[in-house]
């Protein structure tokens, strides 16, 4: 599910000078010095390009909930991601 979301935005967002990504990149939220591997990234920040393995400064966070781990994403990390000033 993560990957054919993560394909149609990249389709969607050609030419547009954004980047997606799909469970393989972290995002650093630097303001709690935290890491997170969601399941599909978007950035449109050219400060993201310089970073190899990370994004810090998503605009589109998507999270794949299931049984096993929608209690943390829904809670911890929706927190942790609202201090992302980016999205």
């Given amino acids: 599910m993560a990957v ?3 394909t149609a935005l990249r389709t969607h967002l050609r030419g547009k000078g954004c980047l997606t990504f799909a469970s393989d990149t972290k995002v650093h939220i630097e303001a709690i010095n935290t890491y997170y591997y969601p ?3 978007v950035t449109c920040d050219e400060r993201d390009r310089a970073f ?13 909930l ?18 992302l000033e980016s999205l």
Avoid: G, H, W
Avoid at 66 to 83: G, I, L, N
């Fill in 39 to 41: 399941d599909v990234i």
């Fill in 52 to 64: 190899n393995n990370f994004v810090c400064y998503p605009c589109l966070i998507v999270e794949v």
């Fill in 4 to 6: 054919n979301f993560a």
């Fill in 66 to 83: 299931s049984d096993t781990t929608k209690a943390f994403d829904r809670v911890d990390k929706f927190a942790d991601y609202r201090q």
